[in-house]
């Protein structure tokens, strides 16, 4: 008797676990063949070492992460893009800022239009924007050249060695400071109208409220547009690589991490080798989005 | 198919471990399945591939192939592609051509690369033009040409490009087109400066002197670093930095040649004589125009690029030949294309027919009234090609200059066989001597340091 009353509920069990799978399941195979499988793939492939010519494929352990941990090239290219997200993302982010709480404010006139005008550079292709912006950074007979020739100087060179980055910044800056101002803004929209009231009550003006109530609203927020952002210049892939046709010298096939791991393989049919920096490249991006992430909800507690 | 050959391979490998252990059955009978699979895939999309009665690797079989039809993929950026596939479909009605421009130059490449790295997917036909001709020949990935008889074409061909398509002993393709280096210039600059056209290359530099000093605005040429246009001033001035014998591979950056030549042209890239303007940018194509850029020493298939992008430039543009170090003329290849078979293709004599059609037939046709510069004897040769006066060259018979050009190229020029790698990373060591406005010299030695690493890695014994 017991027994049966055993198997049933084990049965019952079994039933339930099944019904769990079957809705989970379509979920689970798409999520492992697009996700898990290639970084798998990327794993697996990273353990070899391929030679494009004569000799064939050779397992090397983890030889090829002791590569790249040594490779001054990946170095230069991490270390270009840990000082793009120093300095670009901050400036990216409280420019956002500053326009969502002008927008929110509701002190601006023609908001929407404001807001419109400037998350626009987010719609238009990124492609296409780089195209642009390049046109009128060409020293030759772009803006820049337009200018130069104005003041009677040489001094405007944005495609040069010590100006590519800013001006890449700059881009980058133009292109996605609307997006982030989105993020803020709707989550500006979901503070309580009586915490605004309360703060009123209290006898708070304007840069009170901005501190004591809008800003820790934006926490989370702005942990998340970081997080974003930090994944984004550890990308970086887009802008330096269509510029790199107006300024090749200046901008090496490894001047991002990403930009190296696709000339590895697309330039050098070094496969194995751009699986691993592209999978280094992952880990480290994973650790400081991770750390940020910990930190910014540590603190909102 | 060799495909097929190797899954049918396997097949025997299986069956014959299915005599020994029986209990292996079910995993032998997998086997079969999967290579009996691949063996239809291998097939898939042709209906005359995987016939045995076919002869192979015979001239024979060309033709053949070509009476019995069928279907093949022919990748090309060519601009007279198009024109040339309808042409061959017209003549060839049971034969069906899909053209498909797979983008130019090295998108081209690597998606050709992917294709065969994957193991299918590759096109029957591949434009490829003679500095990557080594990079996919080497590794095996393109049908050696004599197979099929191709061999005895020698004669039609310029001895330059007759040399381009040969990897090894191997026939590697047909060429195409040709490009002997020639001095395009701007006759209205040089009149309006009081510039002679130089024979020399000491006459050029002093030439691009003169004319920075009397409009800093003005250039000579442009230069930022092409390593194209590299190898090909190395090529005429008799270097030979690149010499490669089975595995072994030998790079020189500092020899003789290459030396003549960064003696010349860093006495311009220091003294900020050449436009910092990238070849083939909107900003070229201006500068192109408004005079600019004065000179372009560049391949004889330039006319027809000037003439459809440059159009300001109309009446402007007068061709010379190349100036040499001596006096003596002397030129180079500087670009050009062959079109291979590919390994992958499953019905080789086919894409062979349609390659001799293109390059050794009725093919040369469409090719030169799009404004193409041919590699073949005849053409070259031919009065109503050599005399054709051009209106875009102020009336001047350019092409009398460009085919003369075409019988001085200097000999025995070989690229790497990791050209395509080579020019990719060309920016990062020898553009930072452009950059930096510095003697070339040390860049070519920093280019020569990577490449030997990168052969060593690929499997080759290289040495500098």
Redesign the interface.
Known sequence: MADSVALRSRRAWLHRDTKGWIFVGPFLAVFALTFLAPIGYAIYLSLFRE?????GTTFVGLANYADVLRDAKFWESFGRVALFLVVQVPVMLVLALLAALAIDSARLHASGFFRIVIFLPYAVPGVVAVLLWG?LY?T???LAADLNDLFNTTAIQPLS?HWMLPSIANIVTWEFVGYNMLIFYSALRTVPEELYEAAAIDGAGTWRTVLAVKLPALRGAIVIATIFSIIGSFQLFNEPNIL???????????YTPNMYAY?LS??????NYSATVALVMGLFTAVIAYVVQLRGSREAL | MNAQKKSNNERNTAMKSSHRRSARRLLVVTAAVTAASLVLAACGGSDQAGSSSQPQGSAAAVDEALAKGGTITYWSWTPSAEAQVKAFEKQYPNVKVNYVNAGTG?DHY?KL?NVI?AGSGAPDVAQIEYQALPQFA??GSLVDLREYGFDSLESAYTASTWGAVHAGDGLFGLPQDSGPMALFYNKEVFDKYGLTVPKTWDEFVAAGKKLHQADPKKYITND??DAGFATSMIWQAGGKPFTTDG?NVTINLADDGTKKWTGVWNQLVTGGLV?S??GW???WF??LGDG?IATLPIGAWMPGVLESSVKAGAGKWRVAPLPTYDGQPATAENGGSAQSVLKQSANPALAAAFVRWLNHGEGVKPFLSSGGFPSTVADLKDPAFVDKKSAYFGGQAANQVLTAAAGTVVKDWSYL??Q??AN??F??TV??S??AKTDLDPGLKAWQDALVT?GN????QTNS
């Open positions: 030679q494009a010519f004569f000799g046109y060409g030759n007979f772009g060695q790199r046709t107006l300024a090749p010298n200046v901008i090496t096939t490894y000339n697309f330039a050098g049919q070094q496969f | 090295n690597t690369q790295k080497l590794p930022t670093g595995k436009a303007i990238p940018s909107d900003e201006k500068a600019t066989p990791f395509l790698y990719s990373i920016g990062d553009g930072k452009y950059q990168y890695q690929q499997g080759f």
